[in-house]
């Protein structure tokens, strides 16, 4: 595919034969957005995974220390009490019955679903729908739980899930090109150090084989795990 003018200029700053510390990486990823608008930066990691292994398929979530920077919609599928906590806390939505029939009428108007574990039977009825779209709870991401005051708060200030592509990828948003480069990198590390600590023991020689920054449509940094923390 043709690149654009403005692409071809601002991959011209990035040298595709040095790998960056984590700093220089952010720096770079906001000098290199060829959008208008407030770009994603997004961080990918390339992992020595098989995640047709079940432990070796990584899933979870995570708070970032800054946020996305973007306006999440939060609905929460919950019986009469669990609802309302739901909606003082900022929920977009929140019911049980009514809901659920809404989204198999088609609706999906939403980023983040949050269940109640005794919601979750009926939710099954909905796997074919949410589950291709990665909307389904998950009690690994923190989306099935009785406490859906706290999981709709953390969601809101730039709670982020992330798991295994099936090649062994990790992609997953870290901010906005209007975030400061240090805030970038400080969301960045938060990843990486959760990907150190879940590392599976399983796994044989390098863990992280690449790892990746870039903007919406913009070029691909690569960053030296050795230099990730500078």
Do not use: C
């Not at 720096?27 to 079940?54: G, H, I, Q």
């Not at 995570?62 to 599928?77: A, C, F, Q």
């Not at 090109?177 to 044989?204: C, G, W």
Request: hydrophobic residues 40%.
């Amino acid at each position: 595919m043709k690149k654009g003018k403005r692409y071809l200029e601002a991959a011209k700053l990035v040298d595709k034969t040095v790998k960056y510390s984590g700093l220089e990486a952010t720096e770079l990823a906001k000098k290199t957005s060829v959008t208008k608008f407030d770009a994603t930066v997004e961080v990918a990691f390339r992992l020595n995974v098989d995640p047709r292994k079940a432990d070796q398929n990584l899933r979870g979530a995570i708070s970032l220390p800054h946020g996305t920077g973007k306006s999440v919609k939060v609905i929460v599928v919950a019986k009469s009490d669990k609802a309302k906590e739901a909606l003082a806390a900022g929920a977009d939505a929140a019911g049980d019955t009514e809901l659920i029939e809404k989204i198999s009428g088609g609706w999906l108007d939403f980023d983040v679903m949050v269940a109640t574990p005794d919601m979750m039977a009926q939710l099954g009825k909905l796997g074919r729908v949410l589950g291709p779209k990665g909307l389904m709870p998950n009690p690994k991401t923190g989306t099935v739980t009785l406490d859906v005051a706290k999981a709709v708060q953390e969601i809101k200030a730039g709670k982020i899930e992330y798991r295994t592509d099936k090649v062994g990828n990790i992609h997953a948003p870290i901010g906005k090109t209007s975030f400061d480069a240090a805030k970038l990198h400080e969301n960045m590390l938060a990843l990486y150090n959760q990907l150190m600590r879940i590392k599976p023991a399983t796994v044989k020689g390098t863990y992280i084989k690449n790892i990746t920054v870039s903007t919406t449509m913009g070029p691909g940094i690569h960053v030296d795990e050795n230099k990730i923390k500078n």
